[in-house]
């Protein structure tokens, strides 16, 4: 197959996908078609439409963009089939069904930012954070009928600094992905549409315990101080800056704030006092009793309705901040 000849529709919707496309379109491939996310309101009233990343991206290339409401829409699909497309492209868009994915001849293939079959699910890259990998990376796959269970086609390995937000490793996975979906379709141009895939049952060891990665809300966004410091740590990494790790702040008069916490440290030595107690450090710092006697340090957090800020800003306007609690 040569390389002009290949039709390509590209699905996606926020910015982690853009590159991906952008790199399809520079690298000289024929991108046919662009599918994402309907314009989303925004604003106070909702009375303003906000195109996605990709859109924005596609429309500036001249690309056409189709923004179904439902995918199985028989609308929709038939406009999709008069593109006919050899191949679909999918990097952080929704479920497909089979009548989509199944349609182009070369099949469909997702970027998927794990190394599959870890982490199947909505937020992979949260989820390996939270769980304190040392390493994640970026997997492409065919679609089939269940969730990111496919035949794997190539993956590519990222190391996870211990200091690492998800920010840090979101920006490299992006990277990383358009880079792996280039050569995943350089391979599938090579091989006449076939390339060589393995079923994710291969690449799992006996025993070895599959993680997930669902999708965040705020009930999962909640801190539990009865885990120790150094999960804690894990999960306030895992979800800075957004959507954010958040605890419930209670003044002694009873009455309850939301606090997120962005960044934070493991303090030297542990403490006897229970878990939720705040504890001053010096003139500046500010720690929390978590599981296990061991303590956390804060390092930048944010009240309701107030800006993002290091602790010493925030004791600043705090008195008596040794008798709340966090919960």
Known sequence: ??????????????????PTLKAIVEGGYHVVAVVTQPDKPVGRHGSVLQPSAVKQYALEQ??????????????????????????????????????????????????????????RGAAPINWAIINGERQTGVTTFFLDHDIDTGRVIMQKPFDIPHDADVEYVYDGLMALGAELCMETILRIVESDGHPESIPQEKL???????????????????????????????????????????TTLTAPDGKESVLKVYRAHVAEGTSSDRVGTLLRIGRNGLAVVAGNNSVLALDELQMAGKKRMRVSDFLNGMKDIEKYLVK
């Open 62 to 119: 001249g690309l056409p963009v189709l923004q179904p409401v439902k995918m199985k829409d028989p609308e929709f699909v038939e406009q999709l089939r008069t593109y006919n497309a050899n191949l679909q492209v999918v990097v952080a868009f929704r479920m497909l069904p089979e009548v989509v994915w199944d349609m182009p001849e070369y099949g469909t293939f997702n970027v998927h930012a794990a190394l599959l079959p870890q982490y």
């Open 1 to 18: 197959m040569k390389k002009e000849d290949l039709r390509i529709v590209f699905m996606g919707t926020p910015e982690f996908a853009v």
């Open 204 to 246: 799992m060891t006996a025993g070895q315990e599959l993680m997930s990665a669902p999708k965040l809300f705020k009930e999962n966004c909640c801190i539990d101080w009865n885990q120790e410091a150094e999960q804690v740590r894990n999960f306030v990494r895992g979800l800075s800056p957004v959507p954010g790790a958040w």
